[in-house]
T-cell receptor, first 110, second 113 residues
Framework: KQEVTQIPAALSVPEGENLVLNCSFT??????LQWFRQDPGKGLTSLLL?????REQTSGRLNASLDKSSGRSTLYIAASQPGDSATYLC?????????FGAGTRLTVKP | NAGVTQTPKFQVLKTGQSMTLQCAQD?????MSWYRQDPGMGLRLIHY???????DQGEVPNGYNVSRSTTEDFPLRLLSAAPSQTSVYFC????????????FGSGTRLTVV
């Protein structure tokens, strides 16, 4: 069974710092990996989608990498801002299912 | 484009009551699914559909029923609500290919007392 783990569970950083969120998965037979952002009491907003054949994707200050063979992905956030405070979820796509990690709760302090 | 629309946003039910959570998408996505989100457990798949008239069970289907009569709509029915079904429910959709990403609705927060 595919297991997705996110470390750390919570992270607090001062504004302006660069940071890395980690995601690992146990079965490399995935179609793609998606990073989401979730604000308190809200839905999931897609940040980046990486296909299994790709190594990384970039959007603005966000960069996500994928190493399928080792079962790892990282989300790099450059020059963090208080508005980046949210929970970040990674999810791996299987045939008709998506398996989620429990998320990393990020707080960026002004 | 409205994307994925879920109603209601909040609901309180008494044990044993039934209700339907609504989900609609206007992106002509073939695939639709329902997840529940519980603290510390992430999101888990309840049911999914790959097209009108086709549904299947996910990881945690017990106590829930679905149907897909149109491409746009995918309602989730709670047959006899139990406190264990207190959760936040999300509907998601995508094009019917494993290489597309998911679009999520804003969720329904359900409390069963």
């Amino acid at each position: 069974k595919q297991e997705v783990t996110q470390i750390p569970a919570a992270l607090s950083v001062p504004e302006g710092e660069n940071l890395v969120l980690n995601c690992s998965f146990t079965d490399s037979a995935i179609y793609n990996l998606q990073w989401f952002r979730q604000d308190p009491g809200k839905g999931l907003t897609s940040l980046l989608l990486i296909q299994s054949s790709q190594r990384e994707q970039t959007s603005g200050r966000l960069n996500a990498s994928l190493d399928k063979s080792s079962g790892r992905s990282t989300l790099y956030i450059a020059a963090s801002q208080p508005g980046d405070s949210a929970t970040y979820l990674c999810a791996v796509s299987l045939d008709n299912d998506m398996r989620f990690g429990a998320g990393t709760r990020l707080t960026v302090k002004p | 484009n409205a994307g994925v629309t879920q109603t209601p946003k909040f609901q309180v039910l008494k044990t044993g009551q039934s209700m339907t959570l609504q989900c609609a998408q206007d992106m002509n996505h073939e695939y639709m699914s329902w997840y529940r989100q519980d603290p510390g457990m992430g999101l888990r798949l309840i049911h999914y559909s790959v097209g009108a008239g086709i549904t299947d069970q996910g990881e945690v289907p017990n106590g829930y029923n679905v149907s897909r009569s149109t491409t746009e709509d995918f309602p989730l029915r709670l047959l006899s609500a139990a406190p264990s079904q207190t959760s936040v429910y999300f509907c998601a959709s995508k094009k019917d290919s494993a290489f597309y990403g998911y679009t999520f609705g804003s969720g329904t927060r359900l409390t069963v007392v």
